[in-house]
Each structure stands twice: as C-alpha cells, then as structure tokens.
C-alpha cells in the first residue's frame, strides 16, 4: 500500500495516488443517497433514502469492493470522472470541495483528527435516512429532502 503524504488533501486531485485518495472521503455517506434528477429541467434532489448497500448507522458501503456486482449503477468516483460527477456530489463533499480548489472544512477527520466529528457536528447521514429495500422505488419522491 502507498503511503499517505503529509497534508495530502491540499494537492489537485490528479496528483494523489489511489490510497491518498480513498483517503479523501469523510464518511458522511451522502453520495449514497439516491437522487431524483428530472430530465427536463435537469434538477437534481436529494432522498433520504440510501442506496441498499449502505450502513445508515455507519455511513460506509457495506460491499465497496465489489459494489458494482450488487449495484452497477454505482458511480465510480475517480480523478478523471470528478469533472462530470461534481455537480451532483454534496456540497460538502471532500472530492468536489477539492475538485473547484477548496479547503477541507474543519470537522473533516484529516483536518479534525477524529472520523467521528463528520457525524458529532451533523454532516453526515447518520440516523436520517432509510434503505431503498424499504422504499418502492415509485415512492422516493416522497422523501425528497434539503441536501443533507
């Protein structure tokens, strides 16, 4: 495995290598909310309805590895694609912040030092949202949410 550079975050996204950046994300579970996003207007809203392999309690992919067997449509988040998925990743997302050239907020664990401050101050799923193994997927637009 790579290690990890000092202050890593703080370089454009295409020059981190693969362990420094799955070590960007803060575990706020947010790009596994489902999205509605209308075809006429190109809107997009959030759900707080979570794709069927996220933990709701622990905002991680309970498969990522091998995620895309059970869900294809998962999207694969990498430096080249980061340009075209931006615009639907959260706004407070560690990969688009540092995508238009923004500094990590402070409760992100690389800044904080705890991967419990993204939850403690609010900015991650946990506890808000339900399966999409409990939801008809006809019925999302019934739990349309601010972004979280």
């Given at each position: 495995m790579?290690?990890?550079?000092?202050?890593?975050?703080?370089?454009?996204?295409d020059?981190?290598?693969?362990?420094?950046?799955?070590?960007?994300?803060?575990?706020c579970?947010?790009?596994?909310?489902?999205?509605?996003?209308?075809e006429d207007?190109?809107e997009?809203?959030?759900?707080?309805v979570?794709c069927r392999?996220?933990?709701?309690?622990t905002?991680?992919?309970?498969?990522?590895?091998?995620?895309?067997?059970f869900v294809?449509e998962?999207?694969?988040?990498?430096p080249?694609?980061?340009?075209?998925?931006?615009?639907?990743?959260?706004?407070?997302?560690?990969?688009r912040?540092?995508?238009?050239?923004?500094?990590?907020?402070?409760?992100?664990?690389?800044?904080?030092g705890?991967?419990?401050?993204?939850?403690?101050?609010g900015?991650s799923?946990?506890g808000r949202?339900?399966s999409?193994?409990?939801?008809?997927?006809?019925?999302?637009?019934?739990y349309?949410?601010e972004?979280p």
């Amino acid at each position: 495995m790579t290690a990890l550079r000092p202050q890593f975050w703080t370089l454009p996204l295409d020059r981190l290598n693969p362990a420094e950046w799955e070590a960007l994300c803060d575990g706020c579970g947010k790009c596994c909310l489902n999205k509605l996003e209308y075809e006429d207007t190109g809107e997009l809203e959030f759900t707080s309805v979570g794709c069927r392999l996220l933990d709701c309690e622990t905002c991680q992919c309970m498969s990522y590895e091998n995620r895309r067997d059970f869900v294809p449509e998962c999207v694969q988040l990498t430096p080249k694609s980061i340009a075209e998925i931006a615009y639907w990743m959260p706004k407070t997302c560690a990969y688009r912040l540092r995508h238009y050239g923004q500094p990590l907020p402070e409760w992100h664990y690389l800044i904080s030092g705890s991967r419990e401050t993204v939850h403690e101050v609010g900015q991650s799923v946990r506890g808000r949202v339900v399966s999409e193994l409990d939801v008809p997927e006809d019925d999302w637009d019934q739990y349309i949410i601010e972004e979280p």
